[in-house]
Structures are given as C-alpha cells and as structure tokens.
C-alpha cells in the first residue's frame, strides 16, 4: 500500500467567489491560511462538494488546486478533489494534480450515470493505475445515486494506492464492515467520516478521522474530537459531539456550501456567495444559523445581518 498516515480532521475547502462570480484568489489564499491557522486542519481538500465543482471550468479547477497547493506551503497535506463520473476526464485531471505537486487525490463514485458495482470498481482501478498518488475513495451515495457497496470498497482496497475512503453513506453498519473487514485483512485502510453529523460515531469504532465541510466552522472542535477519542476520554467527545450537533444541523439546512459560506461571510471570513444553480439563503435558513452560531459564540448578534 503507498505510504500514507493523515488522521484528523481534512477541511473540504469552499471556494471563494468575487463580487462577479470569478474565483476570488486573494480570498481563497486567505482561506488557507485561516483554516490552517484557526481551525486546526490536518489537512486542505480542494475541489470537493464543498468546493462547488460541479459549477468551475476545468481551467478554473485546477487553478484552485495549484493556488491551495502553493499557499500551504507544505504546512499540511493538500488532497486534491480530481474525481469525475468520466473516467478519463478524472484520470486527465488526477494526472494533472500530480505534476502539481499534491499529496493526494480524493475520488468522488461516478454520479448520473449509475454504473453498477463492477463499472465503480473498474472507473476507480482505472484512476489508480493512471497515478501514484495516494487515493482516497469518496461514497456518498445520496449525490450519485449508487452506493459503493463493501464488498467493492475490500476489492480497492487491495489496490496499492488506494488508502482509504470518506465515507458519507451515514450508514454505521457499512462503516463499521469496512473498518473490520479491512483489519481482518491486515489493512490499515483510512476510513474518514464523510457525514458530520455522526463523526463521533465513527471515530468510537475506530475511524481515522473526518472530512468535514462544518469545520470551516468548527475545524477546532472537531480536531478535538477527534484527539479525545483516541486518548480514551470518550465521555468527553460524546458531549462534544451534542454541544455542537445544532450547529451541523444548521450548517445544512439548504444545500451545501449555502450555508457555510454564509456563516464564515459573518464571521468575517469573506468567502462570496455560491454559483447557479445554488442560490443565497432563505431568510428562515439564515435564522436558523444565526440561532445556532450565536449559542456557540461563533459570531455576534451584529454581524450575523
């Protein structure tokens, strides 16, 4: 297997947007720092769901990734979301991100076009066979329609450069056969939480951590839960884990990077708004934030306006 040790909480990075609607440089340099720097990230994932990459042009995307993979400076990992429903539309960029310089890719299951168990594992093997780079395996079968089923996931993760996987199924008994199976096997196959809202979960069977798109936000509390766990202080994490769940709730209360943009934007973390065919919060969504962020002392009452 390719050497590979990043646990903790990896931040899915937005990406910022100018007042047109280009991809704001200055303020995703910005962000890097913020989020290496405030939220504690093991590690910076460009071009993600969060990062919105379904909207950016090829030229813009791998722009990103060469702008977050320069502003961190070898400060932490840079993952690079280079997945595709095309295999070789995700071969061509993963290909591409390696010459950047990224320590690794994470690869989003082929979306609308559904591909069976044996078209997901060939799409993927195809990606490893085309890289070294690390792959990190990304299931999250309410966006693509199929779920990468664990017997898939084992038939990977026999493949050299396939490390781990986020899994964002929210299905425990799957995380929990991967984990054993793949220990069974004699693998240390990283298996990251890729539904915020039940890290904790995964992190009490034996997760290697998250990917979390709240830790934009919460990037210090999850970095603590991750380190009370694997200290033992599991009584710690559980609450934890329930004085920050109203605040995960809300950050997805409309579709996701919605309402991350909108808190980090009060948190004076200017980050713009999102692309069509996402649209700005309702005004029910943004109290519902607001509500939430202001229990946690995450903004003030006057810049949540």
Known sequence: M????????????????????NVDEPALRQLVNYLIEEQAA????????????????????MKVIEIVQEETAGR???????????????????VAAEKLGVQGSLQVSPYYNRPNQEGIYRHFKAIADSTSLPLILY???????????????LRLA????????????????????????????GKEFFVYSGEDAVTFLVLCLG?????????????K???????????????????????????????????NPTAIKQALNWMGVKVGGVRSPLVEMTEKGKETLRRAMLELGKASAESCV
């Open 2 to 21: 390719a050497e590979w040790n990043v646990k903790g909480c990896l931040i899915p990075l937005v990406t910022p947007f100018d007042e047109r609607g």
């Open 207 to 219: 997760g290697h951590g998250c990917i979390a798109a709240v830790a934009h936000v919460l990037g």
């Open 76 to 94: 932490v990992p840079v993952i690079a979301g280079t997945g595709s429903n095309s295999t070789a539309e995700a071969i061509e960029m993963t």
């Open 221 to 255: 509390e999850f970095s603590r839960m991750c380190r009370l766990v694997w200290e033992g202080r599991i009584e710690e994490a559980r609450e934890l884990h329930f004085r920050v769940l109203p605040l995960v709730r809300a950050l997805f209360c409309e579709p």
């Open 139 to 153: 299931n999250i079968p309410a966006r693509t329609g199929r779920n990468v089923e664990v017997d898939t996931v």
């Open 158 to 185: 026999e493949l050299e450069n396939v490390v781990g996987i986020k899994e964002a199924s929210g299905d425990i008994l799957q995380v929990s056969s991967i984990l054993e199976e793949t220990r069974k096997a």
């Open 42 to 61: 093991d590690a910076l994932i460009p071009c993600g769901t969060t990062g919105e990459s379904p909207t950016l042009s090829h030229r813009e995307h």
